[in-house]
């Protein structure tokens, strides 16, 4: 039996991922593009995750994270893709294939897209290039924090943006982390190293001792009240910004452009620690044979033909092969995303409601710059399930 459903004796393309890269009009459009059906199988990070690693027969392509392939590949849930069927391959840049932009650049902490990239003889994974990729590199961006400008407590203005901010005394009670442990835990050992509290030796790595360094350190400042709120989904997220909640808080980029335009004096920061950085792709599941495969790759290869990245780019993402969809973006939307040059007039997101005004700069600036500033990208850590234990138990104190 086939690997996908049959309708309408048409082939049906199932995409198992979230909400962040998988919206409706880029469903619609390839659709449109490419003749066949396709089917978007939207869940939280965690479900997602699990889903891929227990039933690679329900779905056709999974779209996550490259973290993420530290779950997927040793369950063998998806398979090698082929490098001679991937059109553009030869397009996308440096950062997912060596882990930085220029050949002197600093390689980040954390789990290295690089470095879990290339499939060997033997199955593993490492940066050493060979014919067969386990994800297909696409969207990726640089994360940090973002704070009213207005209620930043005197100690703190006029000093450059820092992570520690979020461990800050000035601010207690007006913190929000993110709920997840995986990138929270990131998020606070970023603070709490920035604040001047510990040393980690790897970030993106932490040791059982370090753990338990952070996560006391958590359920300390958690139990006297420094933090407000943590939330999970963008939605309450959105809601602790528009509230004026919270005064600083962990965040993602479309979280921080959802309503933007209207935000006045909410800005991202630039910590002078670097971003914590996330690379996105797509993997083929193990169960996709035939004709589904065959449509699998016309999917992945139109991810790269330039309008799906342009789309990218009006949600703040990058897409790994930025010349392509250059030509879907005006010369203003292209210096703002990729050039770090201000909006030379209103810029709209990809539905069409202003985003950025006119003046505007991104912050961090080029994209070159931003992604040559990062100090962590999103990574499972060898000792994840006692990350997620402690960390679950120090949010817990209140």
């Not at 309408?8 to 979230?18: E, F, K, S």
């Not at 469903?27 to 089917?39: F, T």
């Not at 207005?150 to 709920?179: C, I, K």
Request: charged share 20%; net charge negative; glycine share 8%.
């Amino acid at each position: 039996m086939n690997s996908a459903a049959m309708v309408n004796d048409q082939l049906t393309l199932r995409v198992l991922g979230t909400s962040v890269t998988l919206l409706e009009l880029l469903r619609v459009r390839a659709e449109q593009d490419l003749g066949i059906k396709i089917e978007y199988l939207l869940h939280s990070v965690e479900d997602a995750q699990r889903i891929a690693v227990m039933q690679p027969e329900s779905y056709d392509i999974y779209d996550q994270w490259f973290h993420n392939i530290d779950f997927v590949w040793p369950a063998r849930a998806i398979q090698p893709l082929e490098i001679k069927r991937l059109k553009y391959w030869d397009e996308v840049n440096e950062l997912a294939k060596q882990g930085t932009l220029s050949p002197d650049g600093k390689v980040a902490d954390g789990s290295v897209p690089s470095q879990r990239l290339y499939v060997q003889r033997d199955l593993s994974l490492s940066s050493h290039p060979s014919n067969l990729i386990s994800m297909l590199p696409l969207t990726h961006n640089a994360d940090s924090f973002a704070y009213h400008t207005d209620l930043l407590p005197a100690s703190l203005r006029g000093q450059q943006e820092s992570w520690g901010w979020l461990f800050d005394d000035a601010l207690t009670g007006q913190v929000a982390l993110q709920e997840d442990a995986a990138m929270g835990g990131i998020d606070a050992a970023l603070a709490m190293q920035g604040a001047g509290l510990a040393r980690f030796n790897n970030i993106g790595n932490l040791s059982l001792d370090e753990i338990d360094v952070l996560t006391n350190a958590l359920a300390r400042l958690n139990r006297h009240g420094h933090f407000a709120a943590f939330w999970s989904t963008q939605d309450q997220a959105c809601e602790l910004i528009d509230n004026h909640q919270v005064e600083v808080q962990s965040l993602w980029a479309p979280i921080y452009f959802r309503h933007h335009f209207h935000q006045r004096g909410y800005k991202m920061a630039h910590p002078r620690e670097g971003y914590r950085a996330w690379y996105g792709g797509m993997s083929l599941s193990r169960c996709a044979t035939g004709k589904i495969k065959d449509a699998a790759y016309e999917y992945l290869n139109w991810w790269l033909s330039g309008w799906p990245g342009a789309v990218m780019a009006r949600q703040g993402y990058y897409i790994s092969n930025p010349e392509r969809s250059r030509a879907f973006l005006s010369s203003a939307e292209w210096d703002f995303w990729y050039g770090g040059k201000p909006a030379t007039e209103t810029l709209f997101d990809a539905l069409g409601a202003p985003l950025i005004a006119k003046g505007e700069i991104r912050d961090g600036g080029s994209y070159e710059q931003r992604m040559s500033h990062i100090a962590v990208w999103n990574s499972v850590m060898d000792e994840h399930n006692y990350l997620t234990r402690q960390w679950q138990e120090a949010l817990k104190i209140k």
